[in-house]
């Protein structure tokens, strides 16, 4: 079993700037891609930012340039780094890691993690 644990939401006025983190832990596992998600009430979740085992990154054209993914493989744990905050980047936001066990690949989701950008 895989467990995704995440930090660094919170609130922060407009134009700041906040950085996720998350943290996979288990026994015997290698990931994969790794990703950040978000939603908001009554919408779906949708792509925030996304990256290959490879480092190849896609970024929503919303926080293109406002945002950055990045990801350390021997601590296996992913970043979103969040510059330039807009009101519209409030929503909870999700990490995700494809996670691959003996000949198995499963998809994890974090506790989710909220983020209020204030005008």
């Known amino acids: 079993q895989v467990q995704l644990v995440e930090s660094g939401g919170g609130l922060v006025q407009a134009g700041g700037s906040l950085r996720l983190s998350c943290a996979a832990s288990?026994?015997?596992?290698?990931?994969?891609?790794m990703g950040w998600y978000r939603q908001t009430p009554g919408n779906q979740r949708e792509l925030v930012a996304a990256i290959t085992s490879g480092g190849i990154t896609n970024y929503a054209d919303s926080v293109l340039g406002r945002f950055t993914i990045s990801r350390d493989n021997a601590k296996n744990t992913v970043y979103l780094q969040m510059n330039s905050l807009k009101p519209d980047d409030t929503a909870v936001y999700y990490c995700?890691?494809?996670?691959?066990?003996?000949?198995?690949?499963?998809?994890?989701w974090g506790q989710g993690t909220q983020v209020t950008v204030s005008s």
């Open positions: 995700n890691m494809g996670v691959i066990t003996g000949w198995n690949h499963y998809a994890y």
């Open positions: 288990g026994r015997s596992f290698k990931v994969n891609g």
